[in-house]
């Protein structure tokens, strides 16, 4: 367990349930039902993390690595990250992040991409701030809206 301040970073564990989808739905317009998060984490379960302040779930990160055929490389995909809006701007997202990012380095990910929605300004600039760059847009990847796609390479990689 790794800790920050009052926050402290976890493996999820299947118990954590509950607070994570009340997170998700508090956080997305579309959020990830009981069994998408539960596939997440059955396919890698080292690449789901929480934080906790005081035994309370704030916030919850989901990666795992891929080996992009055509690029025979190894790469980390950021499939969600959350911070309950009531704990926003207290450096949890940048913990998580940084607690992930570390992880999928010593899985020899070259890269960390995600999609995040066109219109969430906020996540952008958090993700260009932590090093990101906007490599394109997925149309229509989410109802109704398109996906900015953002890419950092990892130090000593690719």
Known sequence: MKESGDF????????DLNYICGIEQR?????WSKFELTLSYL???RGFKVVEKKQKIVGYVIAEVVTQR?????????????????????????M?????????QQENAAAI???TR???????NFYLKMGFQEKGRRRHYY???DAVVMVKTLKGKG
């Not at 309950?84 to 701007?89: H, K």
Request: no cysteine.
């Open 8 to 15: 402290s970073i976890r493996p999820f564990d299947p118990s």
């Open 27 to 31: 956080s997305f317009p579309n959020p």
């Open 43 to 45: 396919r890698n379960p």
């Open 70 to 94: 055509n690029k025979k490389r190894r790469e980390g995909h950021l499939l969600n990250l959350a911070v309950d809006p009531e704990f926003r701007r207290r450096g949890v997202g940048t």
């Open 96 to 104: 998580m992040l940084e607690e992930i990012t570390e992880h999928l």
């Open 113 to 115: 991409w995600l999609e």
């Open 118 to 124: 066109a219109s969430n300004s906020a996540a952008i």
């Open 143 to 145: 109802p109704n809206e």
